[in-house]
Nanobody, 124 residues
Framework: VQLQASGGGLVQAGDSLRLSCQAS????????MGWFRQAPGKEREFVAT???????NIAESVKDRFTISRNNAKITVYLQMNMLKPEDTAVYFC???????????????????WGQGTLVTVSS
């Protein structure tokens, strides 16, 4: 099983980015997929997650600016990030749960598979 994240980059405050994460080796048809991030010197934190049926859980700090979606046929989860701020700078990781309950769980320990991370840098 592999999760391949892409779409990160260097942007200015107020810009937008769209992250993508495509899975292979597993359909995750009954499992949630999500995004976490880790800033330098900080712990990994939850950003957003979505079940295969479309139930969403999103962090309060980004809920007015970020949107999560997924394409089950493509086994891909997306994170649309608008109005980016310097404090959004982090490595963004996608994650997917294995054979677990299909709920939008925030805890990183719930997720069995992780992508390699894509760096998002927001300059002021």
């Amino acid at each position: 099983v592999q999760l391949q994240a892409s779409g990160g980059g260097l942007v200015q405050a107020g810009d937008s980015l769209r992250l993508s994460c495509q899975a292979s080796g597993h359909t995750f048809s009954g499992s949630p997929m999500g995004w976490f991030r880790q800033a330098p010197g900080k712990e990994r934190e939850f950003v957003a997650t979505i079940t295969s049926s479309g139930s969403i859980n999103i962090a309060e700090s980004v809920k007015d600016r970020f949107t999560i979606s997924r394409n089950n046929a493509k086994i891909t989860v997306y994170l649309q990030m608008n109005m980016l701020k310097p404090e959004d700078t982090a490595v963004y990781f996608c994650a997917a749960a294995g054979n677990r309950i299909n709920r939008p769980v925030r805890s990183p320990s719930f997720y069995d598979y992780w992508g390699q991370g894509t760096l998002v840098t927001v300059s002021s």
